[in-house]
């Protein structure tokens, strides 16, 4: 191991031999293993990297490419089937979040005892009691049994006692994201402030914001082999190319349809959209005075899907029907991303477009055509009706109708090379000088 690396992967694999019976298994251990006793099924082979000192090493890969099993075997809870890990200091992971905890004692009782768990002195706890209190912020809970708490409760309990232990090797996952939003933001921080004091990080997780944000390097796991080791904004490309392909034919969600052709009676437009419609009523808010009757999202081609390749377009088609006078209607889109941010909205208001007044029992179809020129992954899409009428803001309205969590629409991307990097596509003009080549030429790039 040089000086500064504190982490060393080798030719690290890992076989989880499959038996055909638990006789089997038990026969193996009793007389050795004989051909044709399992199957070998190695979920990590040919795994080599290094950590630096002080570095963030993110660990990202889809269910099941060997994260957890690549964690477990770095602090020594599995033992390689080959190759080698050397681990220089002090590893505290978070996977092994309240394995600890003694549920019939309280939070405070239990931080004491995670102390001793963890080889620190008996005053060490006391010492850091008040600041891990306070970071865990569950008021009266502190003091009650562990078995009352809720899962965010655990997972702040024991991230806090984390915290405040001081490790040389800190290893973060995905049990991170049981806390609330809130509670993340401040885990982020003081993760943060970990790594500024010259902790070494490994951030395992699905949230590639994340590692983008936190992370100098990541690994990128597919099928139990490392195929990408280094920057992580590449990293991410990687891995988005890996796992935002489209199914072969197409996610339909009712079969190839014929395109809703824009000179169909409206009746039989509307009895389209009903019959395509991807309205669930699962989340669903307002008094449905203009209601969405139905919604469809389709290709221009008119086939069903819920999948786009970024920067194209997806057609969105809503049926409404006024259940009361509606003086100055407004119907509008919105699309989310996985940590549910509002990544665009728009209405027919915001389009520069206002609808007439509506009476009870008419009936109106509205279609938008939306370029996803955003980054692959999965986004779910909000739609909503809403009177403008006597109602202060100006954007929102007075919401009569909204569905939310519809979808999701998953955005591909299956080229080597990227269109864009970053959250979304900014319209981008470009120019070239070449002095020795006259005259220069402008290009615009567009993303149709
Ligand atoms: N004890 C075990 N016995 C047999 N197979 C196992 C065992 N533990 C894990 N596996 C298998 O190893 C593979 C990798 O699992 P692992 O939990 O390491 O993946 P992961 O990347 O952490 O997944 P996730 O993101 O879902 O947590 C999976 O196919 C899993 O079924």
């Not at 995670?114 to 620190?120: C, D, N, P, T």
């Not at 001081?166 to 401040?186: C, N, T, Y």
């Not at 009177?387 to 591909?412: C, M, S, W, Y």
Request: aromatic fraction near 8%; hydrophobic fraction near 40%.
């Amino acid at each position: 191991m040089t000086s500064s690396s504190v982490i060393e992967v080798a030719g690290l694999g890992k076989n989880f031999k499959l038996y055909n019976s638990a006789g089997a298994r038990i026969a193996s251990w009793l007389r050795g293993d004989r051909p044709g006793d399992h199957k070998d099924n190695w979920v990590l082979r040919g795994v080599d990297f290094t950590v630096q000192r002080g570095e963030c090493v993110g660990i990202i890969g889809r269910n099941g490419s060997g994260k957890s099993t690549l964690l477990k075997m770095i602090t020594g809870t599995l033992h390689p089937t080959e190759g080698s890990i050397r681990v220089d200091g002090r590893v505290l992971a978070l996977l092994e979040l309240g394995t600890g905890f003694n549920v019939e004692l309280t939070g405070r009782q239990n931080v004491s005892l995670s102390a001793e768990l963890h080889g620190f002195d008996p005053d060490y706890a006391t010492r850091r009691m008040d600041d891990i209190e306070r970071f865990a912020d569950i008021g009266p809970f502190f003091d009650r049994p562990v078995k009352t708490y809720s899962s965010g409760m655990f997972v702040r309990l024991a991230f806090s006692i984390f915290l405040f232990m001081e490790p040389d090797i800190l290893i973060v996952d995905e049990a991170l994201s049981v806390g609330d939003l809130f509670f993340q933001q401040k885990c982020f921080e003081a993760i943060q402030q970990i790594k500024d004091r010259g902790t070494t990080l490994l951030f395992v997780s699905h949230d590639m914001s994340a590692v983008r944000n936190i992370c100098d390097r990541a690994v990128l796991l597919d099928g139990g082999r490392a195929t990408f080791i280094g920057a992580p904004d590449e990293a991410v490309m990687h891995y988005y190319q890996a796992n935002t392909t489209p199914s072969p034919a197409g996610t339909a969600v009712a079969g190839a349809a014929a395109a809703v052709a824009e000179a169909a009676p409206a009746g039989e437009l509307i009895d389209t959209i009903h019959s395509r419609s991807i309205l669930d009523g699962k989340v669903r808010l307002g008094n449905g005075g203009l209601e969405i009757t139905a919604a469809r999202v389709c290709t221009d081609a008119g086939a069903d899907v819920l999948e786009v390749r970024s920067a194209h377009s997806l057609n969105i088609w809503l049926a409404l029907k006024a259940h009361e006078r509606i003086v100055e209607p407004n119907v509008g889109v919105e699309v989310y991303d996985r940590f549910n941010q509002l990544i665009y909205g728009v209405s027919l208001r915001n389009l520069g477009h206002v609808l007439e007044p509506m009476e009870p029992g008419r009936m109106l179809v509205v279609h938008f055509r939306l370029r996803f020129s955003v980054m692959p992954g999965e986004y779910s899409i909000s739609l909503a009706t809403a009177e403008q009428h006597g109602t202060d803001d100006q954007n929102a309205g007075r919401f009569l109708d909204r569905h939310d969590k519809l979808g999701p629409i998953l955005v591909f991307w299956d080229q080597p090379m990227m269109k864009f990097y970053g959250v979304a596509e900014l319209h981008t003009d470009f120019e070239v000088f070449d002095p020795s080549a006259a005259p220069a030429r402008a290009q615009a790039v567009d993303a149709e």
